[in-house]
């Protein structure tokens, strides 16, 4: 049996900070995608939510927030949170749904609006959670742990600032034309470089902000897009692993790695395991991607990702990256989109949108930022608490 | 002079000359913790629900680091006005484990590198009208010291 679903549409709200009902930004993203599918919305048998922890109770029940919105159409729900890789796993519950039978279409959709700022922990005294611990003990914010890969990567194989920095200048040159990014803007590697140390060695300009926005994507089986007569972009694959014990790399929200004093490695770190899980599933290599939209949480994180899904081997992104390899035009093109240095992260959403990025340029949509003769994507992605998040997309 | 208490229960001994970390041990597979692991060991091939508290290693090496150069949001409790300072994550060799824990104050990240030996230390965290707020940090072990060590 094929593991294939078709992706009928898909729709995106501009990433941006306005500060309102992240309901807003949804159902246009909603609207879009069912256009898109060239389906109604009563048509969706299943609404897939990934839920925004921000937002209060609306948020986590997302799913039915957006049914109700949409028109309660008696369409079953769902909704899931996995941090940043929450719109993955909602992606992976409606394939689940479809392959299973239980429904032809589905209807994914995450949203976010986010305070200003550092993204900080759930408000209230909550000594029992790491999340909260993180920031009372030690003051830990994510650009802390962003910035502790990025050290190390120095240490390890001699990046440089200048190396981090050319990555912030690639991608804001590919979001530029983007119309959903939220920074269009050409920076230099000297205003990079100018701006202000956050956490030492990644700059203001390195750091994504985080932002408002939304996506959603329309997924069907493949009988009833062929009944369509389309030939539409396929899920060929959708990673959401965990790690497997002992994880040795400090993750976020922890104070602490696992202990590997009893217990041996496993074959691959996590970061590895994420994409490799979703090579197998698809039955490709990294060989034979066309693009890959990674999450660049910080400029030198993307550097890692590159490594981590294949692309080269450890301590080499660098030299990817100074090849012109991974720019729009070179041999793999990554974030063609402007990855997160151009649109911010709203956390539900990210994973959608990455899917939406890679449907346009496998469509051949993407304006000037296409990527050309694009047939096979990739995006990845990690959500705090051990989320893995990886999809694979062809044509 | 103000009354000195963790700023969290259990975390670490209170012994200011040379602190520990206290983190659990599982009985069955030997397998560390920190924070301390206490109902179901996470050891996926160990059902062990046994555990003894376990001083930790009060040395280590620097597995990586940054300086916090912008204020970070609540709960974190910030001098007034803020002071940028170091963090680092910490190798423990007996363990196989990397931990967190602030630099000690007075060490600035520059001088810092991959691989170097430091050694924990407890030291305030914040402060109000009654008490001073321990917490954990790791501070640099000079080479006079690391040679009295060994």
Known sequence: ?395 | MKKRVPAIEGWFSLDTEKPHLLGSRCTSCKSYFFPKETLFCRNPGCAGREFEEVPLSRSGKVWSFTNNCYQPPPPYVSPDPFVPYAIAAVELEDEKMVVLGQVAAGTDASELKVGMPVELVLEKLFEDEECEYLVWKWKPVSQAEERSHV
């Not at chain 1, 369509?228 to 922890?254: F, G, Q, W």
């Not at chain 1, 997160?340 to 496998?362: D, H, K, M, S």
């Open chain 1, 1 to 395: 049996m094929s593991k294939e679903v078709a992706i009928l549409g898909v729709g995106m709200h501009p990433w941006g900070k306005w500060g309102r009902n992240f309901v807003e930004y949804g159902i246009p993203a909603c609207q879009d995608a069912l256009k898109d599918a060239g389906i109604e919305w009563t048509d969706v048998q299943f609404v897939s939510g990934a839920e925004t922890v921000r937002n209060g109770y609306p948020g986590f029940v997302s799913g039915a927030t957006f049914a109700q919105a949409l028109g309660w159409s008696g369409a079953r729900v769902a909704s899931s949170y996995a941090a940043c890789a929450s719109g993955a796993t909602s992606m992976n519950a409606a394939r689940a749904q479809i392959l299973a039978g239980l429904c032809d279409v589905a209807l994914v959709v995450g949203a976010d609006t986010t305070p200003k700022g550092f993204l900080a922990p759930t408000s209230g005294d909550r000594p029992d959670d790491p999340d909260w611990l993180r920031f009372r003990l030690l003051g830990a914010t994510n650009p802390t742990y962003f910035a502790l890969y990025a050290r190390r990567r120095m240490e390890l194989y001699g990046a440089t600032d200048k190396d981090f920095a050319k990555v912030k200048v690639k991608n804001s040159r590919h979001g530029l034309s983007n119309p959903n990014a939220r920074y269009r803007k050409a920076f230099s590697e000297e205003q990079v470089l100018a701006s202000p140390m956050v956490a030492d060695p990644l700059r203001l300009l390195e750091i994504c902000a985080t932002s408002d926005g939304a996506a959603a994507v329309v997924l069907s089986s493949m009988e009833f897009a062929r009944k369509r007569a389309l030939d539409p972009v396929r899920v060929v694959a959708i990673s959401t692993v965990t790690p497997k014990y002992p994880n040795t790399v400090i993750e976020m929200p922890n104070f602490a790695t696992d202990s590997a004093s009893s217990v041996p490695l496993p074959n691959a770190p996590f970061r590895d395991s994420i994409a490799a899980a979703a090579y197998e599933e698809a039955g490709i290599g990294p060989e034979e991607l066309d693009l890959a939209e990674v999450y660049d949480l910080s400029s030198a994180l993307e550097l890692d990702w590159c490594e981590h899904i294949g692309l080269c081997k450890p301590g080499e992104a660098e030299r990817l990256l100074n090849d012109g390899d991974t720019t729009i035009g070179g041999r793999i093109p990554v974030n063609p989109s402007g990855g997160l240095a151009c649109f911010g992260e709203a956390v539900p959403a990210q994973a959608i949108a990455q899917v939406c990025e890679l449907t346009w340029q496998l469509r051949g949509h993407a304006g000037e930022r296409q990527v050309e003769g694009a047939r096979v994507g990739l995006s990845v992605n990690q959500g705090l608490f051990g989320h893995g998040s990886a999809v694979i997309v062809r044509k």
